[in-house]
């Protein structure tokens, strides 16, 4: 059974840092495409970014130049690194695992950035 489990989630000051962590088990992890999604109040939920089994990656342009996707196969572990964080980035935010029609999801970690 596939389970994803987010952390690194907390309260920072706006231009502050958080490292989002994805830790994966029960699935060939290096094979799998890894996503970060968030959500916000009354939001949908929306891709931030996404680093293929490959290593090619790709972010909403809200967060390019701010934040870093990366992955470590021998970890079964995923990152999402968030650097100069605004208010508009509060949101929960979920880790997620696909490959073909399988698709799995976290059930997230709350980042808020307030003052």
């Known amino acids: 059974q596939v389970q994803l489990v987010e952390s690194g989630g907390g309260l920072v000051q706006p231009g502050g840092s958080l490292r989002l962590s994805c830790a994966a088990s029960?699935?060939?992890?290096?094979?799998?495409?890894m996503g970060w999604y968030r959500q916000a109040p009354g939001k949908q939920r929306d891709l931030v970014a996404r680093?293929?089994?490959?290593?090619?990656?790709n972010y909403a342009n809200s967060v390019k130049g701010r934040f870093t996707i990366s992955r470590d196969n021998a970890k079964n572990t995923a990152y999402l690194q968030m650097n100069s964080l605004k208010p508009e980035d509060t949101a929960v935010y979920y880790c997620?695992?696909?490959?073909?029609?399988?698709?799995?999801w976290g059930k997230g970690t709350l980042v808020t950035v307030s003052s």
């Open positions: 680093i293929t089994s490959g290593g090619s990656t």
């Open positions: 029960g699935s060939t992890f290096s094979i799998y495409h």
């Open positions: 997620n695992q696909a490959l073909g029609s399988m698709n799995y």
